[in-house]
T-cell receptor
């Protein structure tokens, strides 16, 4: 069966540009999570969705970061005015619900030059 | 806040050697504990978990025991194979933010034939 997919797999952008990262969760999964992994560091939580609502946005590092989810399916993470410190692998995960195992996508590697 | 600390790598072993990766955590309540593994070129996947004190999680020959008294969840395998070469992440969740995961920094393991 299809797993979590993310696109693009790699993105190189210039400092100051906006980027959109996409996550397609496993069908039927109501919970969706975004994490970030900077080089040499562990994964850090950014935001999660239950359905189309985001009850906790506390992990978003600044107001340049935003995310939305539509149709209890696809989610988009948007980074405005990218900075070099935004360079990282952005991982998406989904689960049947918040008490179930999270399944991770392959990630999007973002490089800001 | 919550945090996870795991030994830094890389850890280089010969095939059939014993593997231990140390993991300790800080949490305000009673977290669930996890080990995730990322094989080369693949996404993050759950290896094993334990949800309460003294529980032992096991999978693919790997084991870890939830030790509340030492706030630890060390990963062990008695005889590693080349195919165990991967990055291993210790993580916890505590119910907040939809059971978001808090990860350690990851430990790269390289098993040589």
């Amino acid at each position: 069966g299809a797993g979590v997919s993310q696109s693009p797999s790699n993105k190189v952008t210039e400092k100051g540009k906006d980027v959109e990262l996409r996550c397609d969760p496993i069908s039927g999964h109501t919970a969706l999570y975004w994490y970030r992994q900077r080089l040499g560091q562990g994964l850090e939580f950014l935001i999660y969705f239950q359905g189309n609502s985001a009850p906790d946005k506390s992990g978003l590092p600044s107001d340049r970061f935003s995310a939305e989810r539509t149709g209890e399916s696809v989610s988009t993470l948007t980074i405005q005015r990218t900075q070099q410190e935004d360079s990282a692998v952005y991982l998406c995960a989904s689960s049947f619900g918040v008490r179930y195992e999270q399944y991770f996508g392959p990630g999007t590697r973002l490089t800001v030059t | 806040g919550n945090s996870v600390t795991q030994m830094e790598g890389p850890v280089t072993l010969s095939e059939e050697a014993f593997l231990t990766i140390n993991c300790t955590y800080t949490a305000t309540g009673y977290p669930s504990l996890f080990w995730y593994v990322q094989y080369p070129g693949e996404g993050l996947q759950l290896l094993l978990k334990a949800t309460k004190a003294d529980d032992k999680g096991s999978n693919k020959g790997f084991e870890a025991t939830y030790r509340k008294e030492t706030t630890s969840f060390h990963l062990e395998k008695g005889s590693v194979q080349v195919s165990d070469s991967a990055v291993y992440f210790c993580a916890l969740s505590e119910g907040a933010a939809g059971n978001k995961l808090t990860f350690g920094g990851g430990t790269r393991v390289l098993v040589k034939p």
